[in-house]
């Protein structure tokens, strides 16, 4: 049954491409509030392909914000019941002078999907809604009782999910979670994601003076707010990359032998890692790249502003400046107490007649760890194994997908992302783009790993 199901959607491909055609064309951005017509539009979409598929009882819902899109199939007794998470929602398209296409114009070149949200996650989020339709076709049935939650804030921090999720506790109780989002590591390598680092993002501004002042009249008697906040940056690192926040490294784990081991097991060029963007390589001393990325906290400036940036010149001297920042941590820490570090840091360091303003501060989700003896790795270990024929390497994720760790908290069910996106396609940036290849390897892989989640039995997923 399960290569019909693998043939069905082989010989669908052109419908799977057309469908996630349609979703890419609606400009789903969560960021801003101008784009909320597009956003409903999304849900309508996703709402009308889950009735169409047959699952049940589908609806929205709402925690406040952009509410989530739900479904469910449940017609598999005395089966584990898999939570498939995605999200609809995607960045912003800007700058949209850097695309080369129209960013939600679907364009293909060279065996890629270029738009905005093809690589995350709209094209690993249609592959496992593909999966779930081609069972239902195929034999009526799923390997599994499944329940789909697509969220709609995730590009934003996921600021209502918990709220979504105290209020439908019930309806989300689930064994185990699969998430469509959080791709893989390597094409050619099989790799199985047990963690991600948390993060947490903090704005900050400085004021110097009631307004802006002439240069010519005030220029080398006060102090100018550029000058004061680039100083108050600088400061947050010393010069070897290592953050100089007193108690930023508070609470991080050490890697263990068994994550040096993996990190160190997975096929990774350091040289083509920073050549391909153009970078060089300065980080905390004492760790691989590798170990610097998924296994150690980071701190880092996301923007920084103020005074005159239009064309031609402005002789003046700003009186306010504002930064934005985001933390990586790891386990052991939370990113409440690392903010709190660099809140404290910020003051110290702030001369006494500058006026500092937190503006901001978003207490994002912990690290989390997926155990590897937990069935959700064990069915991927499998799957994967007999795929590419050998050993899958765990690898943690660098990023942050701040749903594994807030499932975990209020609903005590572990996630696995099994996305089929790639590192190299451009996510967040212009010329995003999703490999063709990639739906067909994905629909293949989902379809073994809802197959071999079915041979577990559910008490397997709820043993500590």
């Known amino acids: 049954m399960i290569q019909k199901v693998i043939d069905y959607l082989n010989a ?51 925690g406040g914000g952009e509410p989530a899109v739900f479904g469910e199939w449940l017609g598999a007794p005395g089966k584990p019941t898999v939570l498939i998470y995605g999200h609809y929602d995607v960045q912003p398209a800007e700058p949209g002078d850097m695309w080369r296409t129209p960013p939600f114009e679907p364009t293909y070149e060279n065996g ?72 893989r590591a390597s094409a050619v390598f099989p790799t199985i994601n047990t963690g991600a680092r948390g993060s947490g993002q903090l704005e900050f501004r400085l004021r110097t003076a009631d307004k802006d ?84 906290p980071a701190l880092d400036i996301n923007g920084m502003w103020g005074g005159y940036t239009g064309l031609g010149g402005k002789t003046i001297i700003p009186h306010t400046a504002s930064a934005k920042l985001t933390v990586r941590i790891v386990e052991g820490q939370t990113s409440e107490q690392v903010l709190r570090a660099i809140v404290q840091h910020l003051h110290a360091a702030c001369p006494e007649d500058v006026e500092l303003e937190i503006v901001s501060q978003f207490n994002g989700a912990p690290a989390s760890t997926l155990a590897e003896s937990h069935p959700l790795v064990r069915a991927a270990r499998a799957v994967l194994h007999r795929e590419y024929d050998r ?44 490999r063709l290849s990639s739906i067909e390897e994905g629909t293949r892989g989902w379809t073994l790993l809802l197959d071999e989640l079915g041979r577990f039995p559910v008490e397997a997923f709820n043993k500590p």
């Open 12 to 62: 669908d491909h052109a419908g799977i491409r057309s469908r996630l055609d349609a979703l890419l064309r609606i400009p789903s951005v969560s960021a801003d509030p101008t784009f909320a017509t597009h956003m409903r539009d999304a849900r309508s979409f996703l709402l009308l392909r889950l009735r169409e598929m047959g699952l049940a009882n589908v609806r929205e819902l709402d």
């Open 112 to 183: 890629r999907i270029y738009a905005r949200g093809a690589s995350d996650v709209k094209g690993s989020t249609t592959i496992a809604l593909e999966v779930i339709a081609a069972f239902l076709a195929v034999s009526g049935a799923c390997p599994v009782n499944v329940k789909v939650f697509l969220e709609g804030e995730e590009e934003t921090g996921s600021p209502t999910l918990n709220a979504i999720i105290e209020r439908h506790r019930e309806l989300l109780r689930v064994d185990a979670i699969l998430s469509a989002d959080g791709g």
């Open 213 to 296: 002042l002439h240069s010519g009249r005030y220029g080398g008697c006060v102090r100018n707010a550029l000058h004061e906040m680039a100083s108050l940056v600088a400061s947050l690192h010393r010069p070897d990359g290592t953050v100089a926040v007193a108690g930023f490294y508070a609470g991080a784990c050490e890697p263990d032998a068994r994550e040096k081991a993996d990190t160190a097991a997975f096929p990774f060029d350091a040289n083509a890692f920073f050549d391909e963007v153009g970078a060089n390589h300065h980080g905390e001393p004492g760790y691989s790249v590798r170990e610097q990325i998924t296994l150690r």
């Open 391 to 434: 050993e899958p390497v765990h690898v943690r994720l660098g990023a942050s997908v701040p749903i594994t760790a807030v499932f975990k908290e209020m609903l005590g069910v572990d996630t696995l992302m099994f996305g089929y996106n790639l590192p190299d396609e451009d996510v967040h940036a212009p010329n995003e783009f999703f």
